[in-house]
């Protein structure tokens, strides 16, 4: 099947986006199940976006392993 | 955009663990995970910390049964047109695969997108009947689609399914010793991470979401033979970026909306309870099961048997590696697929195929 991969949301009109996947592939996205900005990245599957992705969060969990690796 | 590959950081991670001197079987449900752990080796640098992990019933293609697929090529062969997800076409039925069926001349289609089979119903004026499998992950996508009052033409033939009531069947079953398990990231974006309290609560067992890239997976290990090692029993999450506990609100709504839990078996597995997702009454009429009650009225009462000497019942129960079914890489292999695990790109039998390194051991499983 297809995986859930993540994209840049580059433009938005109503319930569609159109989204950078990155490697010069741009697809257009269903955003209607989250709710996102253009600039956001989301985790797209099957057509349609599935959550936004934290780019806070995901800056919080590399600084935590390193943490928790150099604890042993 | 993020980091989740450094190298230095996966060996930090793999030498903790081999200093902790474990001995831990693992399992996870997802063919991305597999994906992951097979094509960056990681099971081979897991293997000598004493780690294995097995993939369950995560691959959506491989859990569905023959009767399901039989159900599609009843359709296609009395003229209706069949869409689906890539992977789904070659699978084998017992009378022959959705692939084979087209090369004589049956309307399938292979999409991308359930948005694609709508187009295509409202492009052609044909009946169009969308094969929706998938976990909670796909499954909002169909929901939603049939809230938006899709063309008269257009039905599903649904076969999704819940993955936490196949992971207590899993445990009930009791068939491996499973210390620990790496949930599932994209199906825990959707559902949250609430659903597995519970799971840990009744079986006493730790449990990890995990992401995809290579030093999420490594990192939910870590988590989790960190876990056994405490007797912690409960659920962390690895993969906050995306996961959240509530899980993807408004996806959930919509699978509330449309679907209700029915009993469905699993392939490998009996049945198990609530873990089909059947479409409520109020969409009967894009219901390809109750539209075409007629022309599927012939599978009524029928057994279907998939390849006899196929293990993907073992294999989707963490009891088998791909290389110990006699078939593997010899009858079986991805351009002549005996059973769905070959043919998925989720399946343990593919992936394992197509990066791994060990040679089939041709001992009889
Ligand atoms: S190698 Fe082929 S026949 Fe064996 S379990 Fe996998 S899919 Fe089935």
């Known amino acids: 099947m297809c995986l859930a991969i993540p994209g840049r949301v580059v433009e938005k009109r109503g319930e569609l986006a159109r989204v950078d996947f990155g490697d010069g592939t741009l697809r257009e996205v269903d955003v209607s199940l989250v709710e996102v900005e253009v600039g956001q990245y989301v985790i797209v599957h099957a057509g349609f976006a599935i959550q936004v992705l934290d780019e806070e969060e995901a800056r919080e969990s590399l600084r935590l392993w390193q943490e928790l690796l150099s604890q042993g | ?365």
């Open chain 2, 1 to 365: 955009m993020f980091r989740f590959r450094d190298r230095e950081t996966a060996g930090r991670i793999v030498e903790g663990l081999r200093k902790m001197g474990l001995n831990l079987f693992l399992m996870h449900v997802c063919g991305t995970h597999q994906d992951t752990l097979v094509r960056y080796g990681l099971d081979r640098l897991l293997e000598p910390c004493g780690i294995k992990i097995r993939q369950g019933p995560g691959c959506p293609v491989c859990v569905t049964t023959q009767r399901e697929i039989e159900e599609a090529l009843a359709l296609a062969r009395r003229g209706k047109l069949v869409a689906t997800f890539g992977d789904m076409v070659g699978v084998p039925g017992e009378s022959g695969s959705l692939a084979g069926l087209r090369g004589e001349g049956a309307d399938v289609r292979v999409v991308y997108s359930i948005r694609d089979a709508v187009g295509l119903a409202e492009r052609t004026g044909k009946e169009v009947v969308f094969l929706a499998i998938g976990f909670e992950t796909t499954a909002p996508s169909t929901a939603i689609t049939l809230l938006r009052d899709p063309p008269p033409n257009f039905s599903v033939l649904c076969c999704h399914r819940y993955i936490p009531p196949a992971i207590r069947a899993l445990l009930d079953m009791g068939e491996t010793r499973v210390q620990g398990l790496i949930e599932p990231g994209h199906v825990s974006t959707v559902i949250g991470t609430r659903p597995y309290e519970e799971i840990a609560e009744r079986y006493r067992i730790p449990q990890v979401v995990a992401g995809f890239e290579p030093l999420d997976l490594l990192m939910g290990v870590y988590l989790l033979a960190k876990m056994v090692q405490r007797g912690e029993v409960g659920v962390r999450n690895e993969y906050t970026r995306s996961v959240r506990p509530e899980g993807n609100v408004r996806a959930l709504k919509a699978m509330g909306e449309v679907f209700e839990p029915v009993d469905v078996d699993w392939r490998g597995f009996p049945v198990i309870p609530g873990s089909g997702m059947a479409l409520r009454e109020e969409f009967e009429e894009h219901d390809a099961r109750k539209r075409y009650e007629d022309e599927l009225r012939e599978l009524e009462g029928k057994e279907f048997r998939a390849h006899p000497s196929c293990r993907c019942d073992r294999v989707l129960r963490g009891l088998l590696d791909p290389p110990d079914c006699p078939l593997f890489g010899r009858v079986c292999t991805p351009r002549s697929p005996v059973g769905p695990c070959m043919v998925s790109s989720e399946g343990s039998c593919a992936i394992e195929y197509k990066y791994g390194r060990r040679e089939p051991s041709g001992q009889p499983a």
